[in-house]
């Protein structure tokens, strides 16, 4: 599985790829946003063309950058200028477009589809971005794009939303749990009519997790060429799991990656082991 970094913060960027393990980049506008606000208080010293300049630099692997525009060819022409404006520096630019641009009822679905469409028929990679549900993922890979990112955390979200739960961001969900809880209450029912008013899930999907299982079946079904990314992950249990399942890609926050590599019993060992450390080992090490 690849592990790209899921954030605009070049420290951060920077950082993780000293770890050895990091295969890309993804951005957003919120996470330029953050970066922006960041370098802000401290005094930014480079134009915003520079900056994402750097971003692509300190990458061997893809970048995405995400288009601004809500129509299809506002989206390609933005790409396009994000295309020629970077990819040149380090031949890894993906450009980012939404699988739908509508905000409200009754808006043109489409204008994503069509973007991602036009830009796989000229050569420039996209990644289909804010997927909530298979059939979009099914529609981006039919539309030609090189990589679909399913959010599993606002999946998540959303479910626990609508369900009235109270959660923090970062907090595990397991759609599992809640799936057995559906299938319980729906065993009391004496009727169809009944029990099909009980639905926990998002039109059959339980969690986020869930969300990327069934990309990777239809995917596999059809031999679609397009990279999964497991995108929006919260906690290093998403990750594991996606990785179970063999997802593509995870990109996952600079927290998460941290959480990863961290366990109260490697600590507790490190401690010992340090501890333990007598004269006569340690001799061999001094030369
Ligand atoms: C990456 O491609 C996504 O934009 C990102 O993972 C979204 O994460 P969030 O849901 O935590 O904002």
Redo the contacts with the bound molecule.
Sequence with gaps: MQIFV?TADLEEIKEAKSWGIVDGV?T?P??IKKAVEKLKDKGMEMSMEEYIGEICRAVDGPV?LEVKGIKSDDMVREATILYEKFNHINNNVVI?IPISTAMNEGEELFEGVKAIKELSEKGIPT?A?LVMTPCQALLAAKAGASYV?P?L??VDDYIRERLGMKFDKWDIFDGKLLRSIEEKRREQKNSYDEASWISLSDEGIYDGVELVESIIKIYRAYNYKTKI?A????NAMQVRKVAEMGVDIA?I?FKVIKEMVSHYKTMEGMCKFTEDVVDEYRAIFEQ
């Excluded at 995108?231 to 919260?234: H, K, N, Q, T």
Aim: a positive charge; glycine letters at 4%; charged letters at 20%.
């Design positions: 899921d993804t957003n919120s996470l995405s980012k990644n971005t990112s959010f955390g606002r990314i995108a929006s992950i919260r990109t926050p």
